[in-house]
């Protein structure tokens, strides 16, 4: 697979309709927050995960396109077909000292995962080989504005243990709770290194894959806690040059997401209530924009 | 200081872990020079140059928030992937992230900005056709057009650097006033010693002015 020969920054816009996005185990589970800003938040990895999840099911483990980080819920393995692995010397048990073994499992590893050769992994091989950036680098997503997170408390007509019924004297009833944002609109940058793809064979169908991710990943990703989670925009941002045309963040400032008219004086509760523009007239020589959703 | 740049970074949040707290990780008040030559060989790096951070100018107030993730524990073992590479087959060869997790907390920096001061010597590596002025141009004209090999972060990848090249005579961005401007911030490391298995060196780092020196990789003053 010939890696892809331009750098690529991506601006994702995604929202959530009465749901958590992103929980924050330091604060039981509460949608994060930026304590200064009260912006929401969604960490690089929180996304990361759904973007495996996607390619899992998508795939479903073809040649390839084996994830490495799993989670069990999307665990497929009998599905997992034979693989065109290398022929490697059988004899060789040892764990890899010399530098061209260890080259040689970190090549094995990128071709046959696509989260190693898109993310990167660490290998204990105690030599630096071993270790693979991926060219893909997500950041911390933020909401456009501050959010409210809202406790809703809810009632199971059901215990879990016998204990609890009888110390209820057979009423049966718990209380629980969910944290939810009644609307959120969220922003991350992603960038795409093309010397990293190099290294790593991360190739232009890897990424029409990670743009296919990042549009289609919220609508295989429903669950009780997330509510209403949907990709809004993908802007991505196209270097002619592999080492790039601009800094990142002049195409960043481009992106402007704002509030539509007339909506400014209440609370956003839907997408119609922003409004995104995309300052194209302000791309510098070399950079080509596309919204891809 | 014939070869110097000078380079404004900032971002959102910096995370320049403590090594003796990298488990639930506690950053640093300041970006290190380990950190700061990281980012300088995302722009340009060759093996016939060897960056040298000489000052670090810190623009905005230390302020710190906490973040609190679930990460995997385990790294991926090589035995198991010649195992697999073997078998053919990648069934078998995952980690399975929900029994290899671990919640960590991460006090990291908020809205950081420096300026990276550093000049670059030529290694043992360089060939006949490496000069100075070659290298200085390539960085220099990658730093004007926001060109990079990867995208630089400040200390671990979710915390993207953006940057800016400060040109010869043009003066540095405006400090914070509410900025530190003298702290003794204590030993910090200075950078890894690669050719001597991985050595971490440390130096006394002093903030005078809103200014660290740092003193020369192999001075009096930095101990491994």
């Given at each position: 697979?010939?890696?892809?020969?331009?750098r690529y920054?991506?601006?994702?816009?995604?929202?959530?309709?009465?749901g958590?996005?992103n929980?924050?185990?330091?604060?039981?589970?509460?949608p994060?927050?930026?304590?200064e800003?009260?912006?929401g938040?969604?960490?690089?990895?929180?996304?990361k995960?759904?973007?495996?999840?996607?390619?899992?099911?998508?795939?479903?483990g073809?040649?390839g396109f084996?994830?490495?980080?799993?989670?069990?819920a999307?665990l497929?393995?009998?599905?997992?077909r034979?693989?065109?692995a290398?022929?490697?010397?059988?004899?060789?048990?040892?764990?890899?000292?010399?530098?061209?073994?260890a080259?040689e499992?970190?090549a094995?590893?990128?071709a046959n995962?696509?989260?190693v050769?898109?993310?990167?992994?660490?290998?204990?091989?105690?030599i630096?080989?071993?270790?693979?950036?991926?060219p893909?680098?997500?950041?911390?997503a933020?909401?456009?504005?501050?959010?409210l997170?809202?406790e809703i408390?809810?009632?199971?007509?059901?215990?879990?243990?016998?204990?609890?019924?009888e110390?209820?004297s057979?009423?049966?009833?718990t209380m629980?709770?969910?944290?939810?944002?009644?609307?959120g609109l969220?922003?991350?940058?992603?960038?795409?290194?093309?010397?990293l793809?190099?290294?790593?064979?991360f190739?232009?169908?890897?990424?029409?894959l990670?743009?296919?991710?990042l549009?289609?990943?919220f609508e295989h990703?429903?669950?009780?806690?997330?509510?209403e989670?949907?990709?809004?925009?993908?802007?991505?941002?196209?270097h002619?040059?592999?080492?790039?045309?601009?800094p990142?963040h002049?195409?960043?400032?481009?992106v402007?997401?704002?509030?539509?008219?007339g909506?400014e004086?209440r609370p956003a509760?839907?997408?119609?209530?922003?409004?995104?523009s995309?300052?194209?007239?302000?791309?510098?020589?070399?950079?080509?924009?596309?919204?891809?959703? | 200081?014939?070869y110097?740049?000078?380079?404004h970074?900032?971002?959102?949040?910096?995370?320049?872990?403590?090594?003796?707290?990298?488990?639930e990780?506690?950053?640093?008040?300041v970006?290190?020079?380990?950190?700061?030559?990281g980012?300088?060989?995302?722009?340009?790096?060759?093996?016939?140059?060897?960056w040298v951070?000489?000052r670090?100018?810190?623009l905005k107030?230390?302020?710190?928030?906490s973040?609190?993730?679930?990460?995997?524990?385990?790294?991926?073992s090589?035995g198991?992937?010649s195992r697999?590479?073997?078998a053919?087959t990648?069934?078998?060869?995952?980690?399975?992230?929900?029994?290899?997790r671990?919640q960590?907390?991460?006090?990291?920096?908020?809205?950081?900005a420096?300026?990276?001061?550093?000049?670059?010597?030529?290694?043992d590596?360089a060939?006949?056709?490496?000069?100075?002025?070659?290298h200085l141009?390539i960085?220099?004209r990658?730093?004007?057009?926001g060109q990079?090999?990867?995208?630089?972060?400040?200390g671990?990848?979710?915390?993207?650097?953006?940057?800016?090249?400060?040109e010869?005579?043009?003066?540095?961005?405006?400090?914070?006033?509410?900025?530190?401007?003298?702290?003794?911030?204590?030993?910090?490391?200075?950078d890894?010693?690669?050719?001597r298995?991985?050595?971490?060196?440390?130096?006394?780092?002093?903030?005078?002015?809103g200014?660290?020196?740092v003193?020369?990789w192999?001075?009096e003053?930095?101990?491994?």
């Amino acid at each position: 697979m010939t890696a892809i020969a331009h750098r690529y920054e991506f601006v994702y816009l995604f929202d959530v309709t009465n749901g958590n996005p992103n929980g924050d185990p330091d604060a039981g589970n509460l949608p994060r927050l930026d304590p200064e800003t009260n912006c929401g938040l969604v960490t690089d990895v929180a996304l990361k995960r759904k973007i495996r999840n996607f390619v899992t099911l998508d795939k479903d483990g073809g040649p390839g396109f084996a994830i490495y980080m799993q989670e069990k819920a999307v665990l497929n393995n009998q599905h997992k077909r034979a693989y065109d692995a290398l022929e490697i010397k059988p004899e060789d048990k040892k764990l890899p000292k010399d530098e061209a073994k260890a080259r040689e499992i970190t090549a094995w590893m990128c071709a046959n995962f696509f989260d190693v050769r898109t993310f990167g992994a660490v290998m204990t091989t105690g030599i630096n080989a071993g270790q693979v950036r991926g060219p893909v680098q997500l950041a911390f997503a933020t909401s456009v504005e501050p959010v409210l997170p809202l406790e809703i408390s809810i009632t199971r007509m059901a215990v879990t243990t016998e204990k609890e019924a009888e110390a209820q004297s057979g009423d049966n009833r718990t209380m629980g709770r969910k944290h939810i944002l009644p609307y959120g609109l969220y922003r991350a940058h992603g960038f795409v290194s093309a010397k990293l793809a190099e290294r790593t064979g991360f190739s232009d169908d890897d990424l029409q894959l990670l743009w296919n991710a990042l549009i289609n990943m919220f609508e295989h990703d429903r669950s009780a806690a997330r509510g209403e989670m949907a990709a809004r925009k993908l802007i991505v941002f196209e270097h002619e040059n592999a080492m790039g045309n601009a800094p990142a963040h002049v195409l960043f400032d481009a992106v402007k997401v704002q509030r539509a008219e007339g909506t400014e004086d209440r609370p956003a509760r839907n997408f119609a209530d922003y409004r995104v523009s995309v300052d194209a007239e302000a791309m510098p020589k070399g950079v080509s924009v596309r919204e891809l959703l | 200081m014939s070869y110097g740049i000078r380079l404004h970074v900032w971002g959102d949040r910096a995370c320049f872990t403590r090594p003796e707290m990298k488990v639930e990780r506690v950053s640093y008040d300041v970006i290190t020079p380990s950190a700061a030559r990281g980012i300088l060989e995302a722009i340009h790096w060759k093996p016939a140059i060897r960056w040298v951070v000489d000052r670090i100018h810190v623009l905005k107030p230390v302020r710190f928030e906490s973040i609190r993730r679930n990460e995997v524990g385990g790294k991926l073992s090589p035995g198991s992937v010649s195992r697999a590479m073997k078998a053919g087959t990648t069934a078998g060869l995952a980690t399975y992230v929900d029994e290899d997790r671990q919640q960590r907390a991460a006090t990291v920096l908020r809205d950081v900005a420096y300026v990276i001061e550093a000049h670059f010597e030529l290694t043992d590596k360089a060939g006949p056709d490496d000069s100075v002025g070659k290298h200085l141009d390539i960085f220099n004209r990658r730093a004007r057009k926001g060109q990079h090999f990867h995208a630089p972060c400040l200390g671990v990848r979710e915390f993207p650097a953006h940057f800016e090249l400060i040109e010869d005579g043009q003066p540095l961005p405006d400090a914070h006033p509410a900025r530190e401007a003298d702290k003794d911030l204590g030993w910090m490391l200075h950078d890894i010693d690669f050719a001597r298995d991985m050595t971490p060196r440390f130096f006394r780092a002093q903030l005078k002015a809103g200014v660290i020196d740092v003193p020369p990789w192999q001075g009096e003053e930095v101990k491994s």
